[in-house]
């Protein structure tokens, strides 16, 4: 089984904190994606990956950044936490060469105070 | 940006009814995908649809899709309290890269 894993389950910061989120797939999967969810606004992408190293911006990158060194992980850093970025944080997997599903972790709740 | 979107946003039926939900897009799309979430979890892979086909089963669920008027329906028969949770689409454009497009979902509540 295809198993996407992130770093902590609920998550409390303070305003102008550098805040890690950190996610890790195990299925040896190319292309690795962070969203966000908030209510009334279903998933939004924040950035992908398709290889190490490599990485796109989705449709909301401001005040985030990512950071894939290993093909296995993908780091999501919020540099300054603001109070907006106060959500659910949602990473997945996918393979290239597989059906396209994408593989999810079981989010990181994030507070920003 | 394309944005996928559900129809509609909350629907509760009772245990052994059939539960319709449908999603619209805005652009040409390469496949579409329904995704489950129980409350407070990640997603969970239903089913996938390409872009040439027009209806797909998998159990108790039937995908349709109409690429004419980009919209695609799920349809959940016999629904189970189990059923309960929100249901999103997704969609991958035809642009080559694998970015997804998730509509903003349907709340499904089965009554037992």
């Known amino acids: 089984d295809v198993k996407v894993t992130q770093s902590s389950r609920y998550l409390v910061k303070r305003t102008g904190e550098k805040v890690f989120l950190e996610c890790v797939q195990d299925?040896?999967?190319?292309?690795m994606f962070w969203y966000r969810q908030d209510p009334g606004l279903g998933l939004r992408l924040i950035y992908f990956?398709?290889?190490?190293?490599?990485?796109e911006k989705g449709d909301i990158p401001e005040g985030y950044s990512v950071s894939r060194e290993k093909k296995e992980r993908f780091s999501l850093i919020l540099e300054s936490a603001s109070t907006n970025q106060t959500s659910m944080y949602l990473c997945?997997?996918?393979?290239?060469?597989?059906?396209?599903?994408?593989?999810f972790g079981p989010g990181t709740r994030l507070l920003v105070l | 940006s394309q944005q996928g979107e559900e129809d509609p946003q909350a629907l509760s039926i009772q245990e052994g009814e059939n539960a319709t939900m449908n999603c619209s897009y805005k652009?040409?799309?390469?496949?579409l995908q329904w995704y489950r979430q129980n409350s407070g979890r990640g997603l969970v892979h239903l089913i996938l649809?390409?872009?040439?086909?027009r209806e797909k089963h998998s159990g108790r669920l039937r995908v349709t899709l109409d690429t004419s008027k980009k919209s695609s329906s799920l349809l959940i028969t016999a629904s189970r309290a189990a059923d309960t949770a929100s249901y999103f689409c997704?969609?991958?454009?035809?642009?080559?890269?694998?970015?997804?497009?998730f509509g903003t979902g349907t709340r499904l509540k089965v009554l037992a």
């Open positions: 990956s398709y290889d190490v190293k490599m990485k």
């Open positions: 299925m040896d999967h190319e292309n």
């Open positions: 652009t040409s799309i390469n496949n």
């Open positions: 997704a969609t991958r454009t035809t642009s080559g890269t694998y970015k997804y497009i």
């Open positions: 649809i390409r872009s040439n086909e």
């Open positions: 997945a997997s996918s393979s290239i060469s597989g059906r396209e599903t994408q593989y």
